[in-house]
């Protein structure tokens, strides 16, 4: 994997979190942050001293490359060996909201 594809693979992820149409989806209707959530492989949660929901960062990649969307800077952050991209997002979809009702219900 080139730095190029790297930072294409980041950009792709973004604009699907900015735009709502993720790929899964048969024709071009957005999907619910639920609906998004379903195809992760891990999320970290991010809290303060109190344990109060700050933000996280959700793997959707791992392996080759990494890539983790964090919603407290809202960056698509890509690992490659010693390569790195990232992307900003809009989350047009509710991510953040619904990660937070999801750390609250714990």
Not at 1 to 21: E, W, Y
Not at 52 to 72: D, E, M, Q
């Given at each position: ?21 993720y ?25 303060d ?58």
């Open positions: 994997m080139t730095d190029a594809d790297l930072q294409n693979h980041v950009t792709f992820i973004a604009t699907q979190l900015s735009t709502g149409v790929e899964p989806n048969d024709e071009d209707e957005g999907c619910s942050a639920s609906d998004y959530l379903s195809d992760v492989l891990d999320i970290e949660y991010v809290v001293s109190k344990a109060n929901y700050l933000g996280a960062r959700v793997l959707v990649a791992f392996g080759g490359p990494n890539i983790w969307i964090n919603t407290r800077s809202n960056v698509v952050e890509g690992y490659w060996w010693g390569d790195s991209a990232q992307a900003d997002f809009t989350d047009t979809l509710g991510l953040d909201d619904l990660l937070s009702e999801l750390w609250e219900c714990r």
